[in-house]
């Protein structure tokens, strides 16, 4: 993608003047179109006040989805960890061509590996799989990881096995044409591709605390064994019960090696708002990337006090929000180079 050249400042704006990303096939922008017109878009406000009650924030329209059953799941007494859970677990049953869950991009040998983590705030309790095969639920073995190991992270035929070990739902995936093939048989629905990359949730609940997760089948066509930033703490996601919490969703080597997620909480921490935060990353990675703004970096974030932000480095990113007012679809421009 190109260099960002616009001397525009990140700026939350309703979608319906908002132009959609320019990589989008026109039946997926009139379908995203569709998806604002009756989630009802909003205008985020640059300075906003805590929030009461749960906040949710996803990545991508589609996470509007698992942000509205994530409240449902807390409105109906689910813990944190709950919600997020079967919020993701819907985007990765739903998995078509998009990049989460069986239905996913497919590495370089033609098969998916994903990655997905989860992570409570209080207690700093954490799971984390990586590179898994033929495992349905990634954020479901990532709980398991999180509460029935003594680790926090399991990568590849461990992480598989230790799934299998503990009742999450799979596919056999014995020699890599049947890996291929399992998932080209899996029954999939059509879902619209648009902005279908890392699904990141991240909850602020009514008492205050912090949560969230992610998963992902990660770059298209990356080599088999590659882990992207999505399941790697302080990465793609990060969750600081005092603070806030920050995801990612993009190119996850142009996050990771920044620390990204970790360092938007820090920002948080020293004072900054999520809105802030994000756009800080953005200007802190490009200012020492020789790629500069040219990373398709997107970040989410939600403070303590229900706050949230978003940024983008070189494209339009639309995300989710949900509280007990309802659900919106907003849309950050990239932010303008410093
Ligand atoms: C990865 N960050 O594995 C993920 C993929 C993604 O938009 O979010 N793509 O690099």
């Known amino acids: 993608m190109a260099r960002a050249t616009a001397p525009r400042v990140a700026v939350l704006v309703p979608a319906a003047t908002t132009r959609l990303p320019r990589r989008r096939h ?12 009756f989630a009802g878009c909003a205008t985020a406000p640059t300075a906003q006040p805590p929030v009461l009650g749960p906040v949710l924030i996803a990545t991508w329209p589609f996470g509007k989805i698992a942000t509205d059953l994530a409240l449902a799941k807390l409105q109906a007494g689910g813990s944190r960890l709950d919600a997020i859970e079967t919020g993701i677990r819907e985007i990765e049953r739903l998995s078509s061509d998009g990049s989460v869950g069986l239905g996913g991009r497919p590495n370089a040998a033609g098969y998916p590996q994903l990655d997905a983590c989860l992570v409570d705030g209080p207690g700093r309790r954490a799971g984390s799989v ?8 990634p954020i479901t073995a990532a709980r398991r990881v999180m509460e029935h190991s003594k680790h926090v992270m399991l990568v590849g035929e461990g992480a598989r096995w230790f ?4 009742g999450v739902e799979s596919v056999a995936v014995d020699e890599l044409a049947a890996k291929k093939q399992a998932w080209l048989a899996r029954e999939r629905p059509p879902v619209d591709r648009a902005g279908h990359d890392t699904v990141t949730v991240l909850l602020r609940d009514a ?7 992610c998963s992902t089948s990660g770059a298209g066509g990356k080599l088999p064994g590659r882990v992207g930033d ?4 302080g990465a793609g996601l990060y969750v600081d019960d005092e603070v806030g919490a920050a995801g990612a969703t993009g190119i996850g080597e142009n996050v990771m090696r920044w620390c990204a997620t970790c360092l938007i909480v820090e920002r948080m921490r020293a004072g900054r708002s999520p809105q802030e935060a994000c756009e800080d990353i953005v200007h802190h990675i490009a200012r020492h990337d020789p790629r500069g703004y040219a990373l398709d970096v997107c970040f989410i974030a939600v403070d303590k006090q229900g706050r949230t932000g978003a940024a983008a480095s070189n494209m339009t990113f639309p995300f989710a929000v949900t509280t007990n007012a309802g659900s919106r679809i907003v849309e950050v421009v990239q932010v303008t180079p410093r």
């Open 26 to 37: 026109p039946a997926a922008r009139l379908a995203l179109a569709f998806a604002f017109a």
């Open 130 to 137: 990586a590179g898994v095969e033929g495992i349905v639920h």
């Open 163 to 166: 799934a299998l070990e503990h």
């Open 207 to 213: 008492d205050g605390h912090l949560a969230g997760g």
């Open 230 to 233: 999505s399941p790697i703490l």
